[in-house]
């Protein structure tokens, strides 16, 4: 089982819509998660870190977290063609790296 | 969020030579930084942990004799690419662990061995 799981997408949605981006991962033991945002050959930028279960809210952007499902998921409202790129879910446990799945890509049109 | 930055940005070199990346972490001191490859359309692969005062953990695969890393100081972490071959060449990205646990990514440098 691969550590994080991701749906590669890509995900098309209108402008204005709600992206909904989902992540799995098998290590129970991860304590925070991390979602990063990628455009085409750049480096990830972290856009939103979450530490316990429900949900955090930042701008457009909510995490929502659940360790019992290992499932963490972003919502980004009123999608904008500028949201359009590869968006990485990250667990971490305490004391090592992150680990990226593949990541999913977003294609939001205008 | 947090800085860090990279230098070069871009370098070309030729076969058999050293190349050697520099990353900083401009606005928090980073005890352990991080460097990362990434092939063209393929995931971020972890190569290293960088602690600074000790040697580099490296991941499973990776030559920890031609990956050299150096992490001299709270804020700077080098990788120095040794003998570099055509794959070698990849988009070198570091990152820094501040103490909240986030990790920053630097702009990475891209790195094309001719």
């Known amino acids: 089982q691969k550590e994080v799981e991701q749906n590669s997408g890509p995900l098309s949605v209108p402008e204005g819509a709600i992206a909904s981006l989902n992540c799995t991962y098998s290590?129970?033991?991860?304590?925070?998660f991390f979602w990063y945002r990628q455009y085409s050959g750049k480096s990830p930028e972290l856009i939103m870190s979450i530490y316990s279960n429900g949900d955090k809210e930042d701008g457009r952007f909510t995490a929502q977290l659940n360790k019992a499902s290992q499932y963490v998921s972003l919502l980004i409202r009123d999608s904008q063609p500028s949201d359009s790129a590869t968006y990485l879910c990250a667990p971490l446990k305490a004391g090592t790296a992150l680990i990226f799945g593949k990541g999913t890509t977003l294609s939001v049109s205008s | 969020g947090a800085v860090v930055s990279q230098h070069p940005s871009r370098v070309i070199c030729k076969s058999g030579t050293s190349v050697k990346i520099e990353c900083r972490s401009l606005?928090?001191?980073?005890?352990?930084m991080f460097w990362y490859r990434q092939f063209p359309k393929k995931s971020l692969m972890l190569m290293a942990t960088s602690n600074e005062g000790s040697k580099a953990t490296y991941e499973q695969g990776v030559e920890k004799d031609k990956f050299l890393i150096n992490h001299a100081s709270l804020t700077l972490s080098t990788l120095t690419v040794t003998s570099a071959h055509p794959e070698d060449s990849s988009f070198y990205i570091c990152?820094?662990?501040?103490?909240?646990?986030?990790?920053?990514f630097g702009p990475g440098t891209r790195l094309t061995v001719t």
């Open positions: 990152s820094a662990r501040n103490p909240g646990d986030e990790q920053y």
């Open positions: 606005d928090f001191q980073a005890t352990t």
């Open positions: 290590d129970r033991v991860s304590q925070s």
